[in-house]
């Protein structure tokens, strides 16, 4: 399919910049999207609520002076994460801010929501959202939105256990609209091979991780640069939804990531408490997600830095002979 009018001229990479929870920020944000690839964060990372209005101006804001230096090259568009389940109890105040600064795209996580979709369409804006397998792919381009995110085995966070071969292939079957892959991306190469499964965008987030603008930890930065695919646990005991887990950080809590117990998916809660925190067991705090691209990850550097690596991982790619 073609690239959606939002895009065209302004990537230097099919690749979006995964939301993710505590790490992203308008400084990683800001700078993805400067790179030439879609920057994007969760809206429950501003924190307390009435920050999401100060970092999406901030981010517009920049964005906008660094394309007027920049006119032959313009920045990606950013994107804002909602998770929509019903337990986010900020979602309609993080949503009149998105309206408000008419956010020209929205992720939308754990169930699709028809009035959210429409809201985003009526200030001019796309929605893609992320699922796991077909039922909830119908589902959410049922309800109105744009593009689907295959969220396939191996990726950080909410993974699914589908591989990506058959996902996009099957969802290419019925959905001829843009479609990013996620799962256990690390270089460019992955970029390109997400291209040619027919998949539109790369959806990357662990290696983001180990960038010098990321709001993480210098020791979860590490971790990740030392990891392999077989330090990533899948398990549903930290959130209620199955993810992938750094095994080193489990191991440093105290718990042996081969014996995990498994949690009430029913009891699962993505809201805020009294201060505006975003709900977490304290003693998860540092349990560190992450996808099995981490092995391609070996420094921590600057987010242009890794990008401009993928850049030319994903240019050589192109003419390798068999």
Known sequence: MSMPALFKGRL?????GAPLFIISVPDLVIAQC????VGSFPALNARPPELLDE?????????????KAHPERPSAPFAVNQIVHKSNNRLDHDLALCEKHKVPMMITSLGAREEVNQAAHGWGGIVFHDVINQKFAHKAVEKGADGL???AAGAGGHAGE???F????????WFDGPIALSGAMGNGRAIRAARVLGADFAYIGSAFIATAEANAVPRYKEMITTASAEDIVYSNLFTGVHGNYLKPSIVAAGMDPDNLPTSDASKMSFGTDASGERAKPKAWKEIWGSGQGVGSVANVV?????????KKEYDAAVDQPL
């Open 302 to 310: 600057p987010a242009s830095e890794l990008i401009a690596r993928f």
């Open 162 to 164: 589908i591989s990506p």
């Open 166 to 173: 058959p996902f996009v292939a099957e969802t290419r079957r």
């Open 34 to 37: 400067k790179a030439g690839i």
């Open 149 to 151: 995110i295959l969220v």
């Open 55 to 67: 970092w999406l101006h901030r981010i517009k804001e920049e964005l906008a002076t660094y394309d």
């Open 12 to 16: 230097s990479l099919p690749v979006i």
